[in-house]
């Protein structure tokens, strides 16, 4: 069973089109996120949900939007795709902390977008 | 703004040659540090939480610790499934946002 599955696995495109990620968890969490990992792997956050609403907006350009319906699925579209957003996209989930616990975080497999 | 540093980038060691990995890292109140093993092609897996300093988390050939400032990825007798790329995050109190480090490659020689 997957816990957090994400389609498509690749994902090749011309400049300028428009494309979606989709995400989604198995695992009851109520937090989802969006990371991009860039050519030299380092993870970097761009949104996250929690309970639909949206809790953690990155610096990152408006062409990207994403979209909860519910808590178990976060969609990434993203508008007139550049070169530049070449680069794994990745999802994960975690359940919000209460106290001293922590929001320890578990990430689907990535989808590896090309831009050309 | 929170910050997390590894080293080394990356780390070549014999089967059998145990060997330490490290995270720096500058947060304002920890609330918990993490590290994942991340395999090529794949998504982080999930390793230890941390939550306070002198915490230790012991998994197969893996022991994980933490000071203040930094934390520690031991290995012992490592063999060439472990083999990957370690990465270390943190997440300060009161806030959402997890920080990860750029991570450190391991390859492990038969």
């Known amino acids: 069973d997957t816990a957090v599955s994400q389609t498509p696995k690749y994902l090749v495109t011309q400049m300028g089109n428009d494309k979606s990620i989709k995400c989604e968890q198995n695992?009851?969490?109520?937090?989802m996120y969006w990371y991009k990992q860039d050519s030299k792997k380092f993870l970097k956050i761009m949104f996250s949900?929690?309970?639909?609403?949206?809790?953690i907006n990155e610096t990152v350009p408006n062409r990207f939007s994403p979209k909860s319906p519910d808590k178990a699925h976060l969609n990434l579209h993203i508008n007139s795709l550049e070169l530049g957003d070449s680069a794994v996209y990745f999802c994960?989930?975690?359940?919000?902390?209460?106290?001293?616990?922590?929001?320890?975080?578990?990430f689907g497999p990535g989808t590896r977008l090309t831009v050309l | 703004e929170d910050q997390v540093t590894q080293s080394p980038e990356a780390l070549r060691l014999q089967e059998g040659e145990s060997s330490s990995l490290n995270c720096s890292y500058t947060?304002?109140?920890?609330?918990?540090l993490f590290w994942y093993r991340q395999d090529p092609g794949k998504g982080p897996e999930f390793l230890f939480t941390?939550?306070?300093a002198g915490e230790e988390k012991e998994k197969e050939r893996l022991k994980a610790t933490l000071t203040k400032k930094e934390s520690f990825l031991h290995i012992t007798a490592p063999k060439p499934e472990d083999s990957a790329t370690y990465l270390c995050?943190?997440?300060?109190?009161?806030?959402?946002?997890?920080?990860f480090g750029t991570g450190t490659k391991l390859q492990v020689i038969p």
């Open positions: 949900y929690n309970n639909k609403e949206l809790i």
């Open positions: 947060v304002s109140g920890l609330r918990g």
């Open positions: 695992l009851g969490h109520d937090t």
């Open positions: 994960a989930s975690s359940q919000r902390g209460v106290g001293v616990s922590t929001d320890t975080q578990y």
């Open positions: 941390l939550y306070s």
């Open positions: 995050a943190v997440q300060a109190k009161g806030y959402q946002k997890v920080t």
